[in-house]
């Protein structure tokens, strides 16, 4: 299985790149399909169309990155549960909505593809196990 992150919408413009708009989220949405077909295929982005992936500043990384980071060191699993794609995009989307709705007050929802069985195909994805002692 392959599991592909994106975090791509923290410039919403940028107009010596010719970009107007960032539409990554949309665009990405719509190969919706073309991820479908491919059962071993799971994409994640660290927004949905219109939004925008917030930088945390103090963390010197995006909100999602700092999240999903977490959950891949443990941040909601027992000690030595596995941390699958599913259980690290959970973590993360759950703590970037709370931090952009309190930080920003402006909605951040990451979004995983495909979008019918995207979580279902991440939890066949092993991505670390949780250290033996409780995540800090």
């Known amino acids: ?21 960032n539409d990554f989220a949309r665009a990405l949405k719509e190969l919706d399909g073309e991820v479908a077909r491919n ?7 660290s ?19 700092h999240f999903f980071q977490e959950a891949l060191r443990g941040a909601g699993r027992k000690p030595g549960e596995r941390v699958t794609a599913a259980a690290a995009f959970r973590h993360a989307r759950d703590e970037v909505e709370r931090w952009a709705t309190g930080n920003r007050a402006e ?11 995207g979580e279902k195909r991440a939890e066949g994805i092993a991505l670390a196990v949780a250290p033996p002692d409780e995540y800090r």
């Open 1 to 21: 299985p392959t599991l592909v992150v994106f975090d791509c919408t923290r410039v919403p413009v940028s107009w010596a790149h010719g970009m107007l708009f």
């Open 107 to 117: 909605k951040q929802t990451p979004i995983i593809l495909p979008a019918a069985d």
């Open 39 to 45: 059962p071993n295929l799971v994409v994640v982005c």
């Open 47 to 65: 927004s949905a169309e219109d939004q925008r992936s917030w930088v945390f500043e103090e963390r010197g990384v995006s909100a999602f990155a």
